[in-house]
């Protein structure tokens, strides 16, 4: 296992604007773009923080990995880039900092909360679980793609991310999400499935010690809000939301709603 490299990605808060904001790290599910995903939330919580993302390795601005990953190496990295930007000063001293990751992000967040929770003031977690799916279908998955290509999951992810409706009424929105999904590297797309599959940390919740928000949409057969109650049930401090007429990518289907959660639970 080895840490991939990930780019920090400013979606809110440039220069003086974000001098005295608490700052707010955001990361994207698996196939899409934390600036596809993330940009109309961000608008809004703009306000309040400095908004800063990353994408997934071999999607959007990160490079490509092959090597196996697993959820802490993610961790790993996005701690390094937290790091990072206390030493580049771009987090004003005595500024708070939170996360909130979507789907394997959110598996990311649980990460975080398990190995690095002293850099986080509050972490959410976005239409994801403790544990995502079974680990013998992400295996089936990882091969499929690595052989077929990205472009051969659109029309699934399609009907999985979206509520009923959704595309229809955001085309824009639907096919910018969907075209990172289409652009994304076949092995590095691999390599998380093999990280999801091996990821399970519903038995160590209560390790987490750090302020956990769930999030999750009421449509969502992916990961439905019975998995953020469970979530917030099991770590030391939690509490669950559930989102109306959401499927799997909450950030990009109800943007302005989103962020009011993530400005309540994240008080100063």
């Known amino acids: 296992m080895s840490t991939p490299e990930i780019t920090a990605i400013r979606l809110s808060g440039e220069g003086e604007s974000g001098a005295d904001k608490d700052v707010l790290f955001v990361g994207a599910g698996l196939g899409t773009g934390v600036q596809a995903l993330w940009a109309d939330a ?3 919580l703009a306000d309040r923080f400095q908004v800063i993302g990353w994408d997934l390795p071999g999607h959007g601005e990160s490079p490509a990995h092959n090597e196996p ?17 206390h030493a580049a000063g771009t987090i004003p001293a005595g500024a708070k900092v939170y996360y909130a990751g979507v789907s394997i992000n959110g598996a990311v967040a649980l990460q975080l909360g398990l190995d690095h929770g002293d850099l986080f003031d509050g972490i959410a977690v976005i239409c994801s679980a403790a544990k ?8 089936e998955r990882a091969t499929f793609v690595e052989a077929a290509g990205t472009p051969s999951m659109v029309a699934g992810s399609a009907e999985k991310w979206f509520a009923p409706g959704f595309i229809e009424q955001h085309a824009a929105r639907t096919t910018r999400l969907l075209h990172t999904l289409q652009e994304a590297d076949r092995f590095s797309y691999a390599r998380l499935c093999e990280a999801l599959g091996g990821f399970d940390v519903r038995e160590r919740l209560g390790e987490i010690t750090v302020p956990i928000v769930a999030l999750h949409g009421a449509e969502d057969g992916v990961c439905p809000p019975a ?13 669950a939301h559930v989102l109306e007429n959401v499927a799997h990518q909450a950030p990009i289907e109800k943007p302005a709603e989103t962020a009011a959660i993530l400005k309540e639970a994240f008080t100063a």
């Open 227 to 239: 998995d953020g109650e469970a979530i917030a049930a099991g770590v030391a401090s939690g509490q």
């Open 42 to 44: 961000a608008n809004v």
């Open 132 to 139: 995502i799916g079974q680990t013998e279908a992400w295996q």
């Open 69 to 85: 990953l697993a959820m802490a190496d993610l961790a790993n990295a996005v701690a390094d880039l937290v790091k990072a930007q």
